[in-house]
């Protein structure tokens, strides 16, 4: 019996000895690719060539707005199956400090056209398909084109620090100004997620690392046990709260006054309709001096107004106007807010 026990016992410590093994490995292995990662990072090159022209270029031009012309744009991206560019031969004009709003199905090339206009991309048709005041985009230093230009897009970045500091992220000046990052988190509609929360906007998220406890004395009232306790237990936010402190971000950065282009990409897809509602209408209020283009599919709070709707079909504009002259034209436009409005109008 004593041999049948310490084979039993023997058995298992070599189990756990050899998971303990794999475990570790595997995550060495992970470490070590993140080493890499960061390691890489720095060996990245630019692709883009900067401009060498300031932006912007006059006070009259900053006071108004960015404004857009585009000519013949095409765009394809680099290494992709597709057979057909993403967009193809569009031309449009966008006046300082107008409300646009491109709609149109999955796959047509509203958000080629904002990462164009911010310039992730260079288009593949040539520098002068697009005019940002009358030059090309690519003439203008890409840093001043930075400072001037705030996103707000689907792709929701948390950073390991306090929400208060998230925020605040978006005007670096002012951090750590808890009046600003308040309004700025009231506009992003992130009040209430503060609010609930102990530590308010000084809750930090959880980083990659995290504390834990192991063969702890059992006491309650030892110190380790009480340590342990008072360490901060992991925040997991919801795709809705992300977008509300990434919201709130955006208009901490509106206060830095250099913002004149604003580019909404589809940042309410994990809101309700009222956090929608108050997130485009904060939007709205805070649009002067700036011209701002949204992508969204749900676009039945911004039409009324819109300067300008720009409705995307396969790459191509299948029709730009405003939106009565849209819903009269009974096109694409139409069919795409009929369907829409539908379920809440009575036929």
Known sequence: MSSIAIMQQTSQNLEWSIN?????????????????????????????????????????????????????????????????????????????????????????????????LTRMYDPSSPPESILVDGLPLSHYRMSDLRQATATLTQ???????????????????HVSNDSMID????MGGATDLLDKLEKGKDTVLPSRHEAHGLNLPDGEDHPLRILMKQLQKPIELSGGEKQRVVASRTFMRFK???????????????????????????????REGKTMIFVTHRFGHLTKHADLIVCM????????????NLMQLDGEYAKLYNIQAGPFVDI
């Open 313 to 324: 079909k396969d790459g191509t504009i299948a029709e730009a106007s405003t939106h009565a």
């Open 20 to 116: 303990c093994i794999i475990y570790h490995a595997m995550y060495f292995h992970e470490q070590c690719q993140t080493l890499r990662g960061i390691y890489e990072a720095g060996e990245v090159k630019n692709l883009l060539r900067d401009g060498s022209t300031r932006y912007p270029q006059s006070d009259e031009e900053k006071a108004k707005g960015m404004s857009f012309e585009i000519r013949d744009l095409s765009f394809s991206y680099p290494g992709s199956q597709n057979i057909k560019p993403a967009i193809s031969n569009i031309s449009l004009s966008i006046k300082p400090g107008q409300l646009v709003v491109i709609v149109g199905g999955n796959g047509s090339g509203k958000s080629t056209i904002i990462k164009l």
């Open 155 to 173: 792709d929701h970045t948390i950073f390991p620090l306090s929400l208060g500091e998230n925020i605040g992220m978006g005007y670096v000046q």
């Open 256 to 286: 830095s006054g250099t913002v004149k282009f604003v580019a909404v990409d589809e940042p309410s897809s994990a809101l309700d309709a009222e956090g929608e509602a108050l997130l485009f209408g904060n939007l709205l209020q805070a």
């Open 183 to 186: 309004r700025a988190a009231e």
